[in-house]
């Protein structure tokens, strides 16, 4: 099955600065990848999702980018503000069937 | 957008009781909903698919007795947690497949279950 393996497991910036996190997954024939954002005590939410015939998707100050060959494929936040911190999580997911597998989740904390 | 709702946001039941959480797709149909299992700085852990009109589907080591699933219709889906215990304390989180086929994951706001 598919291993989804994210890093890092925390990571602090400061205020305006960039953060980025990165995820690998194992199964080739994974091809939708989207990156979901909780809040304490909340349900995730997507933020941006990319598929794997893109290399690079952005919304304002988020980016994913996709490298398909080497497996890996990074959340990349811009000029962070303290309501950026949260905990992030990546997924991989085939084309076939609903699984979605999960990474471990990334801490950010944006510091003022 | 697509809204999937969940009920109760929080609930702290006595040992032995059952408890109900119930995840519904305000804005649209789904035929497909997912529960979870998020247990603290860690990652969601499916639980079962659950399906409308038919049984739900089970991940190995999840007692498909304990957790009972119904997807009685296109929007809404319910986990009971039967006889819950102070081990199944945690943080249930739904959701739901907005377009089938496509891929993209809607989830509820989570229901934080309390055993005494």
């Known amino acids: 099955g598919e291993n989804v393996e994210q890093h890092p497991s925390t990571l602090s910036v400061q205020e305006g600065d960039s953060a980025v996190i990165k995820c690998t997954y194992s199964d080739s024939a994974s091809n939708y990848f989207p990156w979901y954002k909780q809040e304490l005590g909340k349900g995730p939410q997507l933020i941006i999702d990319i598929r794997s015939n893109v290399g690079e998707k952005k919304d304002q100050r988020i980016a994913v980018t996709l490298n398909k060959t080497a497996k890996h494929f990074s959340l990349h936040i811009t000029e962070t503000q303290p309501e950026d911190s949260a905990v992030y999580f990546c997924a991989a997911s085939p084309n076939t069937g609903n699984q979605f597998y999960f990474g471990t989740g990334t801490s950010l904390t944006v510091i003022p | 957008g697509a809204v999937v709702s969940q009920h109760p946001s929080r609930v702290i039941c006595k040992s032995g009781t059952s408890v109900k959480i119930e995840c519904r797709s305000l804005?649209?149909?789904?035929?497909?909903m997912f529960w979870y299992r998020q247990f603290p700085k860690q990652s969601l852990m499916l639980m079962a698919t659950s399906n409308e009109g038919s049984k739900a589907t089970y991940e190995q080591g999840v007692e498909k007795d304990k957790f009972l699933i119904n997807h009685a219709s296109l929007t809404l889906s319910t986990l009971t947690v039967t006889s819950a215990h102070p081990e199944d304390s945690s943080f249930y989180i739904c959701s739901a497949e907005r377009d089938s086929g496509a891929n993209v994951l809607t989830f509820g706001a989570g229901s934080r279950l309390t055993v005494l």
């Open positions: 804005d649209f149909q789904a035929t497909t």
